[in-house]
């Protein structure tokens, strides 16, 4: 099992750059794909970008991609993610999640941190 904790959430202006931060628990950090989704207000929970256990694979939702990066660091149990040239459309709650090996789903998420780009 693992524990996640996100941090570096905050207001900015639009063009603006922030990154988040989550922190693992445990171990076995190496073992769990990782991944970031976001929830804007009223709407439902949405993929931002993944990342494999090793890092050499990265996936982004269209709406990211050339603006978002997602890196990880196993030595440091923790997972990035760069988001530059921040949009209005970007503020949501975003989350970051971990899927075990042979598992399908993301089974573990932390408790969320809040980005706000103001226009």
């Known amino acids: 099992q693992v524990q996640l904790v996100e941090s570096g959430g905050g207001l900015v202006q639009a063009g603006g750059s922030l990154r988040l931060s989550c922190a693992a628990s445990?171990?076995?950090?190496?073992?769990?794909?990782m991944a970031w989704f976001r929830q804007a207000p009223g709407k439902e929970r949405a993929f931002v970008a993944s990342?494999?256990?090793?890092?050499?694979?990265?996936r982004y939702a269209e709406s990211v991609k050339g603006r978002f990066t997602i890196s990880r660091d196993n030595a440091k149990n923790t997972v990035y993610l760069q988001m530059n040239d921040l949009k209005p459309e970007d503020t949501a709650v975003y989350y970051c999640?971990?899927?075990?090996?042979?598992?399908?789903?993301?089974?573990?998420w932390g408790q969320g941190t809040q980005v706000t780009v103001s226009s």
């Open positions: 990342v494999s256990r090793s890092g050499g694979i990265t």
């Open positions: 999640a971990a899927q075990a090996v042979g598992i399908t789903t993301y089974d573990y």
């Open positions: 445990g171990r076995t950090f190496s073992r769990y794909a």
